[in-house]
């Protein structure tokens, strides 16, 4: 009984390490469809360490996406496009930074298949001090995202990746 309590506690300790002063909220994608190539992943992270840490990258399981990219959009001469991030999402010492629809974000890269509304996957998260964290990601409808992520409905307006510049990346 104390090896399996001691296996526990270690397994626990080395968790904990691994997530060591970054907290996430709800990890949430959006549907896509059949053809699809490309899709977001949006969570909040909340640094509560007393130094900065920088997102770096993320990883997925190959059934669900090729490869995955930091992402964010910019305004150039009025229009919204998506560029990739190559110097990490910063993460500032207890602030917390949003990953959502029109900022930063998990891009998925080649899709194996559409991202089904309640379908759920493992993103691990790696940071530039080394450690990394495994979040798990949920599939909602655009609506419950909307109102869960900002806590007030954007009255139908849509922050879809469509119709953006993806910065010569071919999501199609």
Same mark, same amino acid.
């Given at each position: 009984?104390?090896?399996?309590?001691?296996?526990?506690?270690?397994?626990?300790?080395?968790?904990?390490?691994?997530?060591?002063?970054?907290?996430?909220?709800?990890?949430?994608?959006?549907?896509?469809?059949?053809?699809?190539?490309?899709?977001?992943?949006?969570?909040?992270?909340?640094?509560?360490?007393?130094?900065?840490?920088?997102?770096?990258?993320?990883?997925? !399981? +190959?059934?669900?996406? %090729?490869? $995955?990219?930091?992402? /964010?959009?910019?305004?150039?001469? #009025?229009?919204? @496009?998506?560029?990739?991030?190559?110097?990490?999402?910063?993460?500032?010492?207890?602030?917390?930074?949003?990953?959502?629809?029109?900022?930063?974000?998990?891009?998925?890269?080649?899709?194996? !298949? +559409?991202?089904?509304? %309640?379908? $759920?996957?493992?993103? /691990?998260?790696?940071?530039?001090? #080394?450690?990394? @964290?495994?979040?798990?990601?949920?599939?909602?409808?655009?609506?419950?995202?909307?109102?869960?992520?900002?806590?007030?409905?954007?009255?139908?307006?849509?922050?879809?990746?469509?119709?953006?510049?993806?910065?010569?990346?071919?999501?199609?």
């Amino acid at each position: 009984m104390k090896k399996i309590a001691l296996a526990l506690s270690a397994a626990l300790l080395c968790q904990m390490a691994m997530a060591k002063g970054i907290q996430t909220g709800a990890a949430y994608a959006r549907p896509t469809v059949e053809g699809q190539s490309a899709g977001g992943v949006f969570v909040n992270l909340k640094n509560t360490d007393k130094k900065d840490n920088v997102l770096v990258g993320a990883s997925v !399981q +190959p059934s669900i996406a %090729g490869s $995955t990219e930091l992402h /964010t959009h910019i305004n150039e001469n #009025g229009v919204m @496009k998506m560029r990739e991030v190559k110097d990490g999402i910063p993460l500032p010492a207890g602030k917390t930074q949003k990953l959502e629809p029109g900022g930063y974000h998990v891009m998925l890269m080649d899709l194996k !298949q +559409p991202l089904t509304v %309640g379908k $759920t996957f493992p993103l /691990t998260l790696k940071f530039k001090d #080394g450690s990394s @964290k495994q979040v798990t990601v949920r599939v909602r409808k655009m609506q419950d995202t909307m109102k869960h992520d900002h806590g007030h409905d954007h009255g139908g307006h849509d922050h879809n990746h469509g119709g953006h510049d993806h910065g010569g990346h071919d999501h199609h």
